[in-house]
Structure formats: structure tokens, C-alpha cells
């Protein structure tokens, strides 16, 4: 698979891994500002927006990120024998109010900026 790397406007790397995270890994789970209770979400790859985590709009979550956050996100994988992972990732945007199935809830777009092993 190639991966593709884009230099974002803070200096950082961001990978384009979704199809080897959505692949590998369920969900995320992060706290926010590094403290405070763990919130767990399901990853989602939608298609016009690629790898992202649904937020129910009245979250107290969707309250506090913001477009250009960068979090510590433990990434949680399909199969119990394998070990999650830990990656900085970038909140990519933000969709408010989709319609069909998924209206009231946000998509948050997620970028990895850092894998922790290095590559």
C-alpha cells in the first residue's frame, strides 16, 4: 500500500493510513487536554470524508474539540491479539448537522500526524 504524507501548516507529518487503520483498528479512545474521563468512539470511513469518529451533537465532547487539535488517540484493533496502538492525530474538520442516518451527530475527520514507532 502507499501511503501519502502531507506536510500540514504546523511543521508536523500527517499520513493518509485510513485504509490500514480502518483495516486494523475498531475504534479510538482519547481524553480530552490529557485529563479527565476516556472517551471511546467507533472509527468510520466515510467516503467523503474519510477516516472520522460520529459525535451525538449535544456531546459534551463535541463542545470542546476543535478543527487543528491535536490529540493522543488510542487506536483499539479488530482482533483481540493484537495490541492497540497509540498515535497523534489531528481533529482534520468538523461536519455539523449531516442528514439521513447519521443527522444528529457530527463527523470529526481525523488525521495521524506521529505513528509511535516511527514510521
Known amino acids: 500500500m502507499e501511503e501519502k504524507t502531507v506536510t500540514n501548516n504546523t511543521g508536523g507529518l500527517e499520513e493518509d493510513l485510513n485504509p ?10 482519547f481524553s480530552l487536554n490529557g485529563m479527565g474521563p476516556t472517551y471511546l468512539f467507533k472509527l468510520r470511513d466515510i467516503s467523503y470524508s474519510g477516516l472520522c469518529i460520529l459525535v451525538k451533537e449535544d456531546s459534551v465532547v463535541l463542545k470542546h474539540l476543535k478543527v487543528g487539535d491535536i490529540l493522543n488517540m488510542k487506536y483499539n484493533p479488530l482482533e483481540s491479539s493484537c495490541s492497540s496502538i497509540l498515535l497523534k492525530t489531528r481533529i482534520r474538520d468538523i461536519s455539523k448537522n449531516p442528514q439521513g442516518r447519521l443527522m444528529g451527530h457530527s463527523i470529526a475527520g481525523l488525521s495521524i500526524i506521529y505513528k509511535q514507532d516511527g514510521r
Open 20 to 29: 490500514e487503520i480502518f483495516n486494523k483498528y475498531f475504534s479510538v479512545e
